[in-house]
């Protein structure tokens, strides 16, 4: 997931742009579906830490990672949903333009 989020696939036309949005908007619901389980792995992680002090540095390093990279998984799928949504302003203007370049001539 972190790659695709960051891919800079921008610079194409307008019906891909809006294909890429499409699909994007799909992996962020997916990312959002996943926010109960990382939740829930974090209670059990916490409960367990309580319980069981000998693993608790190492269940404790990796709860604090899973939570952090699924914040930056939402952080990156934010910023990737706003720079594709500014493509797609773009290369609408830029078709419009066109469209009007080839009205005048």
């Known amino acids: 997931v972190e790659t695709l989020l960051s891919s800079k696939d921008t610079d194409c036309d307008l019906p891909s742009i809006e294909n890429l949005l499409k699909k994007h908007q799909l992996l ?14 974090n ?8 319980a069981d002090q000998l693993y608790k540095d190492s269940i404790e390093t990796r709860m604090q990672g899973i939570t952090e990279r699924y914040a930056n998984v ?19 203007l830029l078709t419009d333009i066109d469209d009007e370049e080839s009205w005048i001539k």
Request: charged share 30%; aromatic share 0%.
């Open 74 to 92: 939402k952080d990156m799928a934010k910023q990737r949903r706003e720079n594709l949504n500014k493509a797609i302003t773009v290369h609408q």
């Open 28 to 41: 962020e619901a997916d990312i959002n579906a996943h926010a109960d389980r990382v939740a829930n792995v």
């Open 43 to 50: 209670g059990q992680a916490e409960a367990l830490m309580e």
